[in-house]
C-alpha cells in the first residue's frame, strides 16, 4: 500500500490535493456531489491536524483548453458550503493547461509552487498518469488520501480469498472495453453473470474460463428508440432488425436469484438502456439484488453507481467505487500510475 496521508506531518502545512471532483453541472450549479462528499474525509483530516491552507486541484469534463462550461467556480462554491474553511482553496480545471494530460513536468511544478507536500485522493483519475495525477508526486513528498485508501482496500479484496459463492456482474456495450478484468476476474470467481450488448459478443466468441451466465431473454425494441415497439422474446428469437434493449423478466429473476445467494459479488454495466424507463427493469432488479444480498458487495462504474443511487440502494452496498476506468484496471491487475508514483 502506498504511504497514508495519516502519516504526514501536516501542521503549518501548505499542502496540495489532488481531489476528484469530475461532478455532473447542471442549471450553473452541481446536479450530483457524491464525488465531493467522497473528498471531504482527507480535507477535514488535514485541517483537524493543522495544515496552513490546502490547495485542491482536479479536472472538470474534456475541455479543449479553457472553456467557460468548465469553470471549477460552481465546483468550488458547493465544497466550500460543505467544508467552510478559508484554508481550503479549490484551483482552476486542471485541464484548461495542456500540460495536464502530457504528464508535463512543467505544469506539475507549477501546481507545486509554495506547496510543502501532496496528497493524491482522486481514485478515479489514479489510472491516468497526468501532471497532477503522477509528475506531481515526484515534485512533492507524496502520500495517499483516506479515499485512494479505501478504494484499493475495498477492490483489493476481489482479487484476493473471498466468501463464496463470489459473482460478478458485467454489462456494458463492448467486450473490447473490459476484456482484461473479465479475464483476470475469470480466475476468482465462481460464476459471471453478463448482460447488455456484452452478453450478444460473449455468445458468439467466449474466450473466458469461468462459468458464465447469459441471459435466456430479452426486451426487443423495433429500433433503438425509447418509443420503440418492445417485447419480451426467447434471446434467440429476436426478430431481424431488433435490438435487444434489456435482459428480459425470467433472466432478471435467475440472476437475482444467484446474486442473493452470493457472499462476494461485484457489479459493473447495466443490463440495458437503464436510462429509459422501459427498458430499466433488469438493471433495477440486478440493483435490488445487489442490496438485498448478505455477503461483501462492491458495485463500480458511473452507469452502475447512478443505478443504485436513483433507487436509493447506496448504502446498502458494502462499496461504492468512486472509479470506474480505475477500478477496472486495477482488477484487470493493471498498475495504476497516480498510486505506483506515491512511495510505500
Request: aromatic share 6%; with cysteine; proline share 5%.
Amino acid at each position: 500500500m502506498p504511504r497514508s496521508v495519516r502519516d504526514a506531518d501536516v501542521s503549518g502545512k501548505v499542502v496540495l490535493v489532488r481531489a476528484d471532483l469530475n461532478v455532473p453541472l447542471e442549471d450553473g450549479g452541481v446536479a450530483d456531489d457524491t464525488r465531493i462528499r467522497a473528498a471531504l474525509p482527507t480535507l477535514e483530516l488535514l485541517l483537524e491536524r493543522g495544515a496552513a491552507h490546502v490547495q485542491v486541484c482536479s479536472h472538470l469534463g474534456r475541455p479543449k483548453g479553457e472553456d467557460p462550461a468548465f469553470r471549477i467556480a460552481p465546483v468550488a462554491e458547493h465544497l466550500g458550503a460543505l467544508l467552510m474553511d478559508e484554508r481550503v482553496e479549490v484551483l482552476e480545471n486542471t485541464r484548461f493547461n495542456p500540460g495536464e494530460t502530457e504528464n508535463d513536468e512543467g505544469f506539475a511544478r507549477e501546481l507545486a509552487e509554495g506547496c510543502d507536500l501532496y496528497v493524491n485522493d482522486a481514485f478515479g483519475s489514479a489510472h491516468r498518469a497526468h501532471a497532477s495525477t503522477e509528475a506531481v508526486a515526484h515534485v512533492l513528498p507524496a502520500y495517499a488520501g483516506l479515499l485512494l485508501e479505501k478504494e484499493l482496500e475495498m477492490l483489493g479484496r476481489l482479487l484476493a480469498e473471498v466468501e463464496r459463492p463470489y459473482i460478478a456482474i458485467v454489462g456494458g456495450l463492448k467486450v473490447e472495453d473490459k476484456i482484461g478484468v473479465l479475464e483476470n476476474l475469470a480466475e476468482y470467481v465462481d460464476t459471471m453473470l453478463i448482460g447488455g450488448k456484452m452478453a450478444e459478443q460473449l455468445r458468439e466468441h467466449n474466450p473466458l474460463e469461468a462459468p458464465v451466465r447469459l441471459p435466456e431473454d430479452v426486451v426487443a425494441a423495433a429500433e433503438f428508440s425509447e418509443e420503440a415497439e418492445s417485447r419480451v422474446v426467447p434471446w434467440n428469437e429476436v426478430p431481424d432488425g431488433w435490438f435487444g434493449l434489456d435482459i428480459g423478466p425470467r433472466t432478471a429473476e435467475l440472476f437475482a436469484e444467484k446474486i442473493r445467494a452470493a457472499r462476494t459479488v461485484f457489479w459493473n454495466g447495466p443490463m440495458g438502456v437503464f436510462e429509459w424507463e422501459r427498458f430499466a427493469g433488469g438493471t433495477k432488479a440486478i440493483a435490488e439484488a445487489v442490496a438485498d444480498c448478505e455477503g461483501f458487495t462492491v458495485v463500480g462504474g458511473g452507469d452502475s453507481v447512478r443505478a443504485l443511487n436513483e433507487l436509493g440502494l447506496d448504502e446498502r452496498v458494502s462499496w461504492v467505487s468512486t472509479g470506474g476506468g480505475a477500478s477496472l484496471e486495477l482488477l484487470e491487475g493493471k498498475e495504476l500510475p497516480g498510486v505506483k508514483a506515491i512511495p510505500c
